[in-house]
């Protein structure tokens, strides 16, 4: 057999390294792993955010190594959790990330939301944001904001 490749899994290797290298240059984050952090909290609040049904749904759109990401540690009990204000989620944010994070959470925020809009399928990521309060729907890009 040998120790031959997988394709599938290999391309989602690669598209979740360009991905994490996007983050990592465009917001001046010197270690991968910080833009790995900020991806994992900003994926676990929006999860947190929409009913299991929309977590799914959303959940599908993401390559397959940033999916399991997305899932990991999800408890579906007590969801949604009704942040309505930025700071509440931002907050949500900011506690599943490292101490000493380089970067404020409301930036990162708003640069994983830029990454997810111009990635994802725009018509399926404007279902979820349309059902997010007025308040969280801002910290997508105005283009993503119907």
Known sequence: ????????LEHANQQTNLWLKRIAAEHHLERRHDAYSALRAVLHALRDRLTPEQAVHFG??????????YYEGWRIAGKPIDDKHV???????????????????????????????????PGETAKIIDTLPAALKALWPPAARR
Do not use: H, K, Y
């Not at 599908?60 to 990401?69: K, M």
């Not at 989620?89 to 640069?111: G, I, K, S, W, Y």
């Open 87 to 121: 700071d509440e989620f931002v907050q949500r944010v900011a506690a599943e990330l490292p101490p000493q994070f380089p970067r404020d959470a409301l930036a990162m925020t708003r640069a994983v939301f830029q990454l997810l809009f111009e990635e994802l399928d």
């Open 60 to 69: 599908a759109q993401l390559p397959i190594v940033i999916r399991g990401v």
């Open 1 to 8: 057999m040998g120790d031959a490749q997988i394709p599938a």
